[in-house]
């Protein structure tokens, strides 16, 4: 499907927004555990969403299956995968775990290829997962990969995630197609917050920091940009734009996210890791397979 340039401009404001939710991430790490700051990120999301549909007057389906859908999709793509990533952002940068999270894409391949039909693992996708993968091993290092100190974990963590997120699109293709996009946004954020409160309570206990001015503008960015904001953009983008386009947004999302660390707060990448990612985005460009089929056609 080709790109319009309104599909552009919501492809790239999706991966700044993405992008900066790493960056918010690593600064409210420093005030609250991180499965507290994943309950007021889908909570906050929940309350969002859940007013847009009220003022815009959206029916939420009451069907049971609808709502067991969206609390398995809350599980996979909200509970884990947040969690995950913001357990990993203790001990890596943002910019470090955004360049990890694009292993999503070669994740999803895979899964999609075992549990759907119309999903199939071609050639160029397989050599494409072969180089992202290659990729991602070079942003976190050949040595150290099997190192399991603090850091390593943490990068597990963030590749775990996109493991979950790989299951999530694909339970999302099979039980939610049909639905209005800012429904199942909303039924998937609230059964998210119900997960992420019960996990807080019992891992962190009642939530105990100080509200600055500071954690207000992270949780708005965060909560009501980051997580409603965004899921709406991604939703409308998909019905413009097709899933395999999607797949761009998690080339650029380390870009901003990289940027954003590196002059807000002074964390730069290593060569090692621009190098691992530069890699990682030759493997979306096999994946995906136009960029080379249109270079051929040149030929």
């Known amino acids: 499907m080709t790109m319009s340039r309104k599909a552009w401009m919501l492809l790239l404001l999706l991966s700044a927004i993405w992008g900066a939710s790493f960056l918010f991430i690593e600064i409210a790490l420093r005030a609250m555990g991180p499965l507290t700051l994943m309950f007021f990120r889908v909570a906050i999301a929940a309350l969002s969403l859940g007013a847009y549909a009220l003022i815009m007057r959206l029916g939420v389906p009451r069907a049971r299956g609808f709502w067991l859908s969206c609390f398995v999709m809350g599980l996979l793509n909200n509970a884990i995968p947040f969690s995950l990533i913001a357990y990993g952002q203790l001990t890596i940068t943002g910019g470090m775990a955004s360049i990890i999270n694009a292993n999503t894409a070669f994740f999803g391949v895979i899964v999609a290829a075992i549990f759907l039909a119309n999903e199939r693992l071609t050639y160029h996708r397989l050599a494409g997962v072969i180089v992202g993968v290659a990729g991602v091993v070079i942003v976190v290092g050949p040595a150290e990969l099997f190192a399991f100190d603090v850091a390593q974990i943490g990068q597990l963590a963030v590749v775990v995630a996109t493991l979950s997120y790989a299951f999530a699109s ?130």
């Open 170 to 299: 694909v339970w999302g293709r099979v039980r939610l197609q049909g639905y209005d996009g800012t429904i199942t946004a909303f039924g998937t954020a609230l059964c998210a917050s119900l997960i992420m409160a019960l996990t807080m309570f019992y891992a962190e206990g009642v939530p105990d920091f100080k509200v600055t001015g500071d954690l207000i503008i992270v949780a708005i960015g965060l909560g009501v940009i980051g997580t409603a904001g965004a899921y709406m953009i991604y939703f409308k983008l998909l019905a413009l734009a097709g899933a395999s386009n999607l797949m761009l947004v998690t080339i650029i999302v380390p870009i901003f996210a990289v940027t954003l660390d590196a002059f807000i707060l002074q964390q730069w990448v290593s060569p090692r890791e621009l190098a691992g990612f530069a890699v990682i985005a030759i493997g979306l460009a096999v994946m995906d397979g136009r960029l080379f089929a249109r270079l051929y056609a040149k030929r």
